[in-house]
Structures are given as C-alpha cells and as structure tokens.
C-alpha cells in the first residue's frame, strides 16, 4: 500500500487506533470472512488433504503477523549473522515479492530487483550469503540446496503464513505498532490472529523500545550505523558513522521506498539533518528516479539502494544509510536448540 494517497492514510489510521473505531467496525464483517478461509485452509493442512513439505536442511521461518514492514528483512541478516557465529552455515530463501517473473532464480551480484525481488537482493549484498528465491519456497530450497551443499541450515524471508513449506522454528517480528486494534484484515492490520500463547518452537522479536503485544518476546534495538556513498556501497564499502557531518547543515533529500518511511525520516532527523521527505510506495521499482533534478543531497535506505545503479544519479550524491540490527548471540542459540540435525 501507498502510505501517502488516497485512503490508505485513514484505514492505516483506523488499523492503529487502541480501539475498533466505526470504519473498523464497518470493514469487521469482511474479517469474518477472512478469518474463515484462514481456518479452512489451516484445516485442509491438518486433515492431511494439503501437505506441508520439508526443506532439504532445517529451517528456521522469519516473519510477521501484521501488515507491512515490522523489520523482518533486517532480522533476516542479523539471524544470519548470529547463525554463523554459532558455527553454522546458513542460506536464505524467499518469494521475492514484487519481482517482474515467476522462474526460480538464485542472487548474486550481478542480479536485479526486478527479476529477484528487492529483499532478497539486498539480504545477499548484505550478509553475503547464498539466496535462492521461487514462486514456490520449496524449490527455492531445494535449488539452493543444489547450489551450496555445505548449507546447514535455512531461513525464510517471509512465509509465516505460508503452511506449504514446513518449519522447524519460527520468528514473529513486531514493531511499535505491535497490533494495531487487534482485528484481522481489512478491519485491521493482521495477517492472523494474535494468538493468546506463543506456539511451539516460536521466538517474538520486538523491533522498538519495548514490547508491543503481550507475547513474551526479546527486544531488539535498531539503529542506523552511519551513511556511505552510492557507488561505494555497491561495491561493498561499509557506512560510515562519522558521515553525517556531510550532511549536517544542508537541504536532504530523504527517499523512502518501505511501508512505513516515516520511521527512516525520524531515524534521519535524529542525526540532526534538515530533511525534504519523500515517501513512495512500499518496493517502489525506482524505473524513475522520484527526486527532483536540482537535488544535490539524496538519502535512501538499502532496500531501495538495491534498485539503483550509481551511473542513473546524474548530479545528485546520493547516500545509502543502512539500518543495523544485533541480535544476542542466546536468540540464536534458542532457535538452533529447536533445529533438527542437518543431514
């Protein structure tokens, strides 16, 4: 969803309010219906008439119950990091949401947005590390699998709804926003019901302050780490935290592709920089760059620096400010302990 045209603002509006507000209540007879397929489709799984299917390595789910982005990419790079402080090998596979094909195609550098999704490139460039991504995740698993037999473990970018793909762990990741009003789609943000006890083998992993539901869960303090060059963070180069006296002082431009941006603009603004924001789409395809052409000063996060080459920019500096997770290595050792042994 556009969080900035149309109605979008006021149904986002109404999601987050503490109570069910009239045009919640309005839209509830649709979350009726929705919670019905949920369940339908759950019951095809339990009754043996769908099946789930197992990875060729165990693996570990990353997700979220709500709509729109709660950190679940960034939790993706710290858990691999942490896996590979264990003394593990990870891979990662996704969907790839937003990609303009349905093939089976495995990230390197040399791949693009459009043809891999934008998350799973960045997760590659990122953490350097093997990503497969298919319409269907299991054979995303499997083609990684394939590719890289010294894989001892896997992570899903997504899929918490996803019941095809089996898991041996899972990760439910929330923001400040933790619920919302508390009601499924469209009366309000969740892809599921919030349940009243985590489920088996279940990590919360809480991206703001303090929790945000009442599941038990760890919190996870996210910051931005500094900012470095375009071209020098395709090329690998890390953000430096001492860069943003570059920008302290001058007009900014501040672009944002993700679902919620202004979490990026405040993240900006408490660096002290002087912000002209720009909000678009979440997974916004950047065909176009959306700044205007005098703009001398550019800011964006990973996931939309994955979508643009240096040699598009023209003029404009554009800066990448990546956003840093850490995760304690005892998270890791937690899902690990759940994972069965690599065969």
Not at 284 to 313: G, M, S, Y
Request: charged share 20%; hydrophobic share 45%; net charge positive.
């Amino acid at each position: 969803m556009n969080p900035g045209h149309g109605w979008v603002p006021t149904l986002l509006a109404a999601w987050q309010r503490p109570q069910p507000d009239l045009l919640a209540r309005t839209l509830q007879p649709l979350s009726w219906l929705y919670r019905g397929l949920l369940a339908g489709r759950r019951a095809l799984f339990a009754s043996g008439l769908r099946h789930s299917e197992r990875a060729p390595r165990p693996l570990i789910v990353v997700g979220n119950l709500v709509v729109g982005g709660a950190g679940k990419t960034p939790t993706v790079i710290a858990l691999v990091a942490v896996l590979r402080r264990l003394g593990h090998t990870p891979g990662v596979v996704s969907r790839g949401y937003g990609r303009g094909d349905r093939a089976t195609r495995l990230v390197d550098a040399r791949s693009v947005a459009a043809h891999v999704g934008d998350e799973p490139l960045l997760i590659h460039l990122r953490a350097r590390v093997p990503v497969a991504v298919a319409r269907r995740r299991i054979d995303a698993a499997r083609a990684l699998c394939d590719a890289h037999p010294e894989l001892d473990v896997l992570v899903a970018d997504d899929g918490l709804q996803h019941l095809a793909l089996a898991r041996d762990a899972q990760v439910i990741v929330f923001d400040e926003r933790g619920a919302g009003n508390g009601l499924l789609l469209p009366a309000g943000p969740l892809r599921e019901p919030l349940p009243d006890t985590l489920p088996a083998r279940t990590l919360v992993l809480y991206n703001a302050a303090q929790p945000s539901t009442p599941l038990p869960g760890h919190v996870v303090q996210r910051a931005l780490v500094g900012v470095v060059a375009l071209d020098r963070w395709w090329q690998g180069d890390t953000a430096d935290p001492q860069g943003w006296d570059a920008l302290r002082g001058r007009r900014v431009v501040a672009c944002a592709g993700t679902a919620v941006p202004q979490r990026f603009f405040s993240m900006l603004q408490a660096q002290g920089l002087e912000l002209e924001p720009l909000a678009l789409p979440d997974h916004a395809d950047f065909d176009r760059l959306p700044w205007a052409d005098h703009a001398q000063d550019v800011v964006v996060t990973e996931k939309d620096a994955v979508k643009i080459r240096p040699e598009r920019v023209g003029r404009a500096r554009v800066w990448v400010a990546p956003l840093d997770f850490r995760l304690d290595d005892a998270v890791g050792q937690a899902l690990v302990h759940w994972l069965p042994p690599a065969t």
